[in-house]
């Protein structure tokens, strides 16, 4: 059996990361290993998970449509969007685009995990013309499927089916 998919829960709600938590505890190959009550807390985790693990990365908070505003800085390597991209309308996904490209080093990589465009609450979703349009002079160089699997309930409501699109400059 492999290791359990390790998730700390992030919500303003304390009702909401309960329900979560006790949805998610239910699963044998999901792991909550803390909770947060907002995004600064969550990073601030997340930052002291990395420098436990020895690990050099930066992790910023900031509006993807705007980063340079928000002070990260620039020459990234890697960017990696975890969510963000596919819940973006047509507008906030090229200043996205606009943005990423402006804080990377000229042979970056972007990996996003990306849920396809279907029917369904609460996500948008896109495909792959809408994440090249977002990203002009970058080339989707692979698609590969996350394989991440939500509890049988909440997999039936969102049919997420996420893939990883990784891009580099052309």
């Known amino acids: 059996m492999s290791e359990p998919v390790r998730i700390l829960i992030a919500d303003d ?19 909550v290993v803390g909770e947060a009550a907002d995004g600064r807390e969550a990073l601030q985790r997340a930052r002291e998970r990395v420098q436990q693990a020895g690990v050099e990365m ?7 449509t705007d980063l340079r505003a928000a002070g990260i800085g620039s020459g990234f390597r890697l960017v990696l969007d975890t969510g963000t991209f596919h819940d973006l309308n047509d507008t906030h996904r090229a200043a996205m685009g606009r943005e990423v490209g402006a804080i990377t080093v000229s042979d970056a990589t972007v990996l ?7 029917r369904r ?9 809408e994440v090249e349009a977002a990203f002009p002079g970058w080339k989707v160089t692979d698609v590969t499927p996350s394989h991440f699997r ?7 409501l969102l049919r997420p089916d996420e ?8």
């Open 13 to 31: 709600q304390a009702l909401v990361r309960g329900g979560l938590r006790m949805i998610l505890d239910a699963q044998p190959d999901l792991e």
């Open 58 to 64: 930066r992790l910023v908070r900031g509006d993807v």
């Open 112 to 118: 996003l995990l990306v849920w396809p465009k279907r």
């Open 121 to 129: 609450p609460l996500i948008r979703g896109v495909d792959r013309s």
């Open 150 to 156: 939500l509890p049988k309930i909440v997999d039936l």
């Open 163 to 170: 893939h990883w699109y990784r891009l580099r400059r052309e």
